[in-house]
Nanobody, 127 residues
Framework: QVQLIESGGGWAQAGGSLRLSCVAS????????MGWFRQAPGKQREFVAA????????HYAASVRGRFTISRDVAQNTVFLQMDSLKPEDTALYYC????????????????????WGQGTEVTISS
């Protein structure tokens, strides 16, 4: 059973940076894509970014494009989310997500297209 383990959350001031990591403890090659969602208090979980693990193609939510960068290290079974120019509205619980190859070969941006979830890591941005 593959597990997704997030790290790197914490606190930052507006305008600052944080870097999230997600390690897949198992066989990462069973995933076509990995990425991130976030959920702020009282709101629905929303898509942030996704990456094709083999080709490296990426997809971002409009709210983070140009500020966040997703990348992967397949040898380390790890996906990263570099978050720059952070805003208070980026405050949320950030979840690592993965799409199994059995779900089909395309990126995701909805929760029903995800096959595996991490437990989440808190990100708090102060103004």
């Amino acid at each position: 059973q593959v597990q997704l383990i997030e790290s790197g959350g914490g606190w930052a001031q507006a305008g600052g940076s944080l870097r999230l990591s997600c390690v897949a403890s198992g066989r990462m090659f069973s995933f076509f894509a990995m990425g991130w969602f976030r959920q702020a208090p009282g709101k629905q979980r929303e898509f942030v970014a996704a990456i094709n693990l083999s080709a490296g193609g990426t997809h971002y939510a409009a709210s983070v494009r140009g500020r966040f960068t997703i990348s992967r290290d397949v040898a380390q079974n790890t996906v990263f989310l570099q978050m720059d120019s952070l805003k208070p509205e980026d405050t949320a619980l950030y979840y690592c997500a993965a799409r199994s190859t059995t779900y089909g070969g395309r990126l995701f941006e909805t929760t029903d297209a995800v096959s595996h979830w991490g437990q989440g890591t808190e990100v708090t941005i102060s103004s």
